[in-house]
């Protein structure tokens, strides 16, 4: 059997676009989440195994990383998991800039680095998740972007210490339809006054990242490192028509 692609964060949303994505694609998939009782049915669906796994706990990313290998090693590694942290500066505490940079930039360095020996087995990838928020500049967002900007950081520098072995790129959308989002589309007006911010005019859909972090996984892209990709109906680059 061939080595998984291991999916983080894959209870719904992207994650489990992707996980859905790279297995109807013939490829051997593990997915974890926090709660790994919240994928026993997306496992069942695609003949995979369902991890738990807890990206605030170092322990708990080395277990998941250890259960998903089986011993030669892992192809990729998405590691889909993160937060929308929106507030005032007057209102971010302490906390709320810590626990966010944790959860985005250091569950996913320590994810990467669990999983080093077993990427550079199979020369494998990994795909990041950044925000068009990490370089455009949106009021409320300081906590998120300040997070995110890390990602992006971090992806680089992984890019070029894991090379020629592994490598690492990072997707930047814009604001997509998932569980994580629903309180900022809690009404139709506001969906629609969001999505007309973009270029494009609509909101991104879970699809539309899976798509690009599979490609970004798969063999096709295997001369792109470092790259840093906005999936965003081009509102990180072209301003709106409204």
């Known amino acids: 059997m061939s080595a998984p ?14 996980a859905r994505l790279l297995a109807a694609d013939g490829k051997p998939v593990a997915v974890a989440a926090r709660d790994a009782g919240e994928i026993d049915g997306l496992a069942a ?4 195994k369902a991890i738990a796994c807890d990206a605030m706990e170092p322990a708990s990313i080395q277990s998941a990383v250890a259960e998903a290998d089986e011993g030669d090693g892992l192809a990729g590694l998405a590691y889909c998991i993160g937060s929308i942290d ?7 505490s302490q906390s709320a800039f810590i626990d966010s940079f944790r959860l985005n930039a250091v569950g996913a360095a320590l994810s990467v680095q669990a999983a080093q020996k077993a990427l550079a ?18 009021a409320n967002h300081a906590v998120i ?16 210490e894991l090379a020629p072995k ?33 270029p494009l005019s609509r909101l991104g859909e ?14 096709q892209s295997g001369w792109i490192t470092g790259q840093i990709i906005g999936v965003d109906g081009g509102r990180s680059a072209l301003a709106s028509k409204g």
Not at 5 to 18: P, T
Not at 169 to 198: D, F, G, Q, V, Y
């Open 166 to 198: 592994v490598r690492v790129n990072a997707i930047a959308p814009s604001l997509t339809r998932t569980n994580l989002a629903k309180p900022l589309l809690s009404s139709e007006a506001m969906a629609k006054a969001i999505a007309a911010l973009h």
């Open 145 to 160: 972007a300040a997070a995110k900007g890390a990602v992006e950081g971090l992806t680089v520098s992984l890019a070029a």
């Open 206 to 219: 879970a699809e539309d990242l899976a798509a690009l972090a599979a490609f970004l996984l798969g063999p």
């Open 5 to 18: 692609f291991l999916v983080m964060g894959a209870h719904g949303g992207v994650g489990e676009s992707l």
């Open 86 to 92: 929106l507030m005032p500066l007057r209102a971010a």
């Open 45 to 48: 669906d695609l003949n995979a």
């Open 121 to 138: 087995k199979q020369q494998g990838a990994v795909v990041l998740f950044s925000s068009v928020a990490a370089s455009r500049g949106f």
